[in-house]
C-alpha cells in the first residue's frame, strides 16, 4: 500500500469523523467499545456477545469476505457450549491480570484459540475487546496500512509489507509493537487508531 505519514499526521481527527459517518458498523462498535471490556470482565455478557464479536470480525469488512469461511467459524462458535465460552473468556481474562510467565497476551490468545473455530485473528478480535487499551484486532487492512505508515516514519519498528498467512503470536507481536508506535506517535488511542487505520485503507483502495 502506497500510504505515506503524511496521509494521517496531524489528521486522525478527520480520519476518524470519515470513519464514523461512512462504516456501517460504527455504532455497534462504539457501544461494543464501551461496555463490553467491563462485561467480559464481570461476567455479565452472554453468548451473542461472543458471537457479536466473531461475527463483527468478519462482516466488517463489508467486501471481499470468504464466506465460505466466516459460515464455519460462525458455526462453530454457535455451536460451542456457553460455559465453553465463558471458560476461555475467563482464562483470558486471568491471563492478562497476571504478571509472571511468559506474556500475558500470549497466554490469553492461547485461551481464546481454544474456543471451536476461532484462529489467532478472530482471538485478536476477542483480545481487543477485553483490553481495547492495549491491544487491536489484527487483519489485513489494518496490517496493510501499519506496515505502510511505519515504514514511513521510521520509527524502529519494522513489519513486513506481506500479511502473515497464517497469522501467528511472533508476527500478531510485531504488529502489536508497530501498533503501540504509531498510537504514541499520534497521540491517540487504539480505538481511534483503529478508525483512523480503517479510513485511510478506504480511501487507498477507493482510489
Known amino acids: 500500500m502506497d500510504r505515506s505519514l503524511a ?6 481527527a478527520d480520519r476518524v469523523e470519515a470513519y464514523r459517518e461512512s462504516a456501517p458498523f460504527h455504532p455497534v462498535e462504539a457501544e461494543a467499545i464501551e461496555s463490553l471490556p467491563e462485561a467480559f470482565r464481570s461476567g ?8 457479536w464479536v466473531v461475527r463483527w470480525y ?4 463489508v467486501t471481499d469476505i470468504d464466506h465460505g469461511a466466516r459460515r464455519a467459524v460462525e458455526s462453530a462458535v454457535s455451536d460451542a457450549e456457553p460455559r465453553e465460552l465463558r471458560g476461555a473468556i475467563w482464562d483470558a481474562v486471568d491471563a492478562l491480570d497476571e504478571e509472571a510467565g511468559s ?9 481464546l484459540t481454544g474456543i471451536p473455530g476461532v484462529d489467532l485473528e478472530v482471538a485478536s478480535a476477542l483480545l481487543w475487546f477485553l483490553d481495547p ?5 489484527v487483519g489485513e487492512r489494518e496490517w496493510a496500512v501499519v506496515a ?8 524502529g ?7 502473515p498467512e497464517p497469522m501467528t503470536v511472533d508476527a500478531y507481536d510485531r504488529y502489536l509493537d508497530a501498533v503501540r508506535a504509531l498510537a504514541d506517535l ?7 487508531l483503529y478508525m483512523a487505520l480503517r479510513s485511510v485503507h478506504a480511501e487507498a483502495t477507493d482510489r
Open 148 to 155: 505502510a505508515l511505519t515504514d514511513d516514519a521510521d520509527i
Open 157 to 163: 519498528v519494522d513489519l513486513d509489507e506481506q500479511y
Open 58 to 61: 468478519f462482516r466488517r469488512a
Open 7 to 12: 496521509d494521517i499526521e496531524g489528521r486522525v
Open 103 to 111: 506474556p500475558p497476551h500470549h497466554r490469553a490468545l492461547d485461551a
Open 133 to 137: 487499551d492495549e491491544y487491536l484486532v
Open 186 to 192: 499520534l497521540d491517540v488511542d487504539h480505538w481511534h
Open 44 to 51: 455479565e455478557y452472554g453468548k451473542r456477545d461472543v458471537e
